[in-house]
Each structure stands twice: as C-alpha cells, then as structure tokens.
C-alpha cells in the first residue's frame, strides 16, 4: 500500500482512525504513567511519536487490510519492548545525591568542552550552508540532507553536536559565570536559536526540552541555579513554544498558502509509513532478508572491517520504496525494530531483539542514571547515552548511526577538553633548595 492509497483510506474513515489512535495512545500510557517524570524525557517523546506511528497498523487491522499474523509480528515485538522498557526500577531525581564526586577541573574542563563544540559546529554549519544552501527557504530538506549529500562526513558532526552544544548553552545560562563568559553563553543561545530556524528543523524545542530534562534531573550535580520545581514550572512552558516554533517553520517552508495544521497533521498520520508500505499483503516478506545479525549490526562490524560493503544490508526503507516505484533515489520509511526483527531474525528472533532494545533503553535511564549522577562530566556521557536509546523506538539503525558518531566525535572532544583543563591549571614543581638540603645535610 502506497501512500495515496492509505490517506485516501484515511480520508474515508476518520473517526475509525481516531479510534486507533485513542487505543495507541491509551495503551503507551498505561505501560510509561509510572516512569513519567517530565513530558521532555527523550524516551517518552520517541514513545508520543512511535504511538502515533502504531496507530496505523490497528487501523489498517480494523479494516482487515493486514492480516492477523502481520499483526500478530507487530503487536508481540512492540509489546516485546515495552516490557522490556520497564524491567528496571524508575529513576528517582527526589533521591538525595550523597555521592557526588567532584573530579579536579571539572567545571574547566566543561567550559573547554563547550567552546569546542561550539565553534566546530559553527565553522561546519556555515560551510554547509554555503556549499548547499539552507534548508528553510527549501520546500524539502531532502535536497540538502539526501543520500547523494557530498557533505555527508560534514554533516554527521554538526548533527552530534548540537544537542550537545544546546544542552551546555542552556546549563550555562543557569549556573554562576564570569561576564566574558556569560557574553559567550548568550552567543551560543542565539547561534543555537537561529542554527536550528535556517536549519527548518521542527524538532528544535525537543533538543532544548532534552536540555532541560538533563538539568530537571541531574539539578543537584550540576549545582545550577534553579531548583527542581522551578525546571518543572520551565518545561511546562516550553510545551506550548514548541508547537508554535513548530507551526511557524512549516508555514516559512511551504509558503505556498498550506495550512500549517494540515501539514503537521499529515506528517504524525504519515509518521507510520513504514507499517501500510510493508504490512499489507505480506510486502515485508518480498523484501531482502539479509544475513541474520550481520544484518542487525552491520553500521559497527563494517566500522571496525569485519564486513565487506557486499554484506551491508538494503535499508528497509529504501527497499520499501524501489518496490513502489523502482528507480527513485529516497530513503524511504524508518527501519523500524518491529520490522528489521522480523525480516532478519524471524518471529522469534524479532521478539527477543524488540525486548532486548527495551530492556537497554531502560538500563541506561534508570540505572545508569545514578552512576553517571556523580560528576559534572558523566552528565555528558549520559545525556549521549540517552538519546541513543531513545531512537531505538523511531528507527533502529538511526540509533546504530548516532552511536558511533557518539564515540568516533563526542568522546575525543571530551577527551580533549580533560586534557586541555589539566595542562592549563598544571603547576610545575618547584625546584629544590641545593644550598640549603647541602647545609641541612
């Protein structure tokens, strides 16, 4: 089923769509309600996403366009991963931090670790504005950040990055400064502001609510300047600024007179394209199954050359897209983990891969929480930690890519910005008195 034939499904039985995304969304809260701690928890927001996505297989279920095993496959891995995502005890930021180990030029180091971020990914933007143009005067960001982008190696970096640089612009705005300092903290806000409007980027305000859920949870560590009520009582705020940032890049880019509201409308309806392309009359099972886990973890093996370019898989999503229209270069739908277990690991398989997910998406929230609560710059490695799990839910291979961009760009910088604290506070030991240990001898 290509997408005209879905939204003119759609179009034709509205209320039966709602119903399914009453019945997504219900089911979402009554697994997530007792984790709830801030609607800008990164994992949450990729599940308010994924419910919206999941609505169309129940709805295409209730027409009987899919058939009970293909519903079957989607229901048990989705279910799969939400109990796995709550295996582990909910983290609790209330708790009383009494075990904050301060590391010696932490906060140096973190300011080191800032202005590196920020001016490699001012200098990296700028030249891909250059060289392609910017994305918010452009009626599709495709023609920027498509698959033929020369820029592609460019563009992996600035996209690490700016959670990282949004996350230390907004921890700095709330912590005690010097005024140079302050001047620059004010800078990067405004860069990151202005990056992520010519950028046409509608989720902007979901990486500053990311910041803000950092801080909302790790207030006590990072010794900031506004309390854990006062970040709720921010958050909420930022609820309604982000739906009219949201509505105000769609109405720039399609200056051509579309309704906002339409257009946001039909990106959350499209948002499961992955399920009515691959569903409905078995179209997954006509796809190339690949070479098991090889397949799973192809991005990693073929990082470190364990595998050939030959045994890289076919996105799904690309293949999704040959199969409707062969010929046309698009990346097609998200790798979604219900689907990529299925085509290459099987039924079974695909159970234990989707809780597996969970499971680690849960590890790393709740329990990896308290080990990284105990200094300023573990911080960092969790917040790197958490959006990577968070995309497991959205599109797996996504997350696999984010990863190691994590490791092959974040940690080096992390590592630098160490290094630089200590060598500038380093203090060369004063030489020996020879007179005075010759008298004394």
């Not at 769609?250 to 579309?258: A, E, L, N, R």
């Amino acid at each position: 089923m290509n997408s005209g034939d879905f939204f003119l499904l759609l179009y034709g039985n509205l209320w039966l769509y709602f119903l399914s995304l009453v019945i997504s969304f219900f089911s979402f809260f009554v697994f997530y309600k007792r984790y709830f701690i801030s609607i800008w928890d990164p994992i949450l927001v990729s599940l308010v996403f994924s419910a919206f996505a999941c609505a169309t297989p129940i709805f295409l279920f209730m027409l009987g366009k899919i058939s009970w095993f293909y519903f079957l496959v989607f229901l048990s891995t989705q279910l799969a991963f939400l109990v796995g995502l709550l295996v582990c005890k909910p983290l609790n930021p209330r708790v009383e931090n009494s075990t904050i180990y301060k590391l010696e030029h932490e906060q140096l180091a973190f300011k080191i670790f800032f202005i590196l971020v920020f001016f490699i990914h001012l200098i990296l933007q700028l030249y891909i504005y250059k060289e392609n143009g910017i994305p918010v005067f452009m009626f599709s960001k495709l023609e920027i950040y498509g698959a033929a982008d020369i820029l592609q190696f460019e563009n992996r970096i600035v996209t690490i990055l700016y959670p990282f640089l949004s996350f230390c612009a907004v921890y700095f705005l709330f912590t005690k400064k010097s005024f140079g300092f302050r001047i620059f903290t004010w800078i990067a806000i405004i860069w990151v502001i202005i990056n992520g409007i010519l950028s046409a980027s509608r989720g902007f305000f979901l990486i500053i609510g990311e910041s803000i859920f950092i801080l909302l949870i790790f207030y006590d560590t990072l010794e900031t300047k506004f309390t854990f009520i006062k970040f709720r009582m921010l958050e909420r705020k930022m609820i309604l600024w982000s739906i009219v940032f949201a509505l105000l890049v769609i109405m720039v880019q399609f200056s051509d007179g579309s309704n906002p509201f339409y257009v946001l409308a039909y990106r959350l309806a499209a948002s499961g394209d992955s399920y009515y392309m691959s569903l409905p009359n078995g179209v997954i099972d006509q796809m190339d199954h690949g070479h098991g886990l090889i397949s799973i973890f192809s991005s990693p093996l073929k990082m470190f050359g364990l595998i050939k370019d030959s045994q890289m898989p076919e996105s799904i999503g690309y293949q999704l897209v040959h199969y409707y229209t062969p010929g046309l270069d698009f990346t097609g739908p998200n790798s979604r983990h219900t689907l990529i277990g299925y085509l290459y690991l099987g039924l079974g398989g695909a159970i234990v891969f989707s809780f597996t997910l969970g499971f680690v998406a849960s590890f790393v929230r709740n329990i990896l929480y308290y080990v990284c609560r105990k200094n300023k710059l573990t911080v960092l490695l969790y917040l790197g930690l958490l959006i990577f799990v968070s995309k497991f839910e959205m599109d797996y291979f996504t997350a696999q890519s984010y990863f190691i961009n994590f490791l092959l760009f974040i940690i080096p910088l992390l590592v630098t910005a160490i290094f630089l604290a200590e060598l500038l506070k380093f203090k060369p030991l004063a030489k020996p008195d020879n007179q005075k240990h010759l008298i004394e001898t």
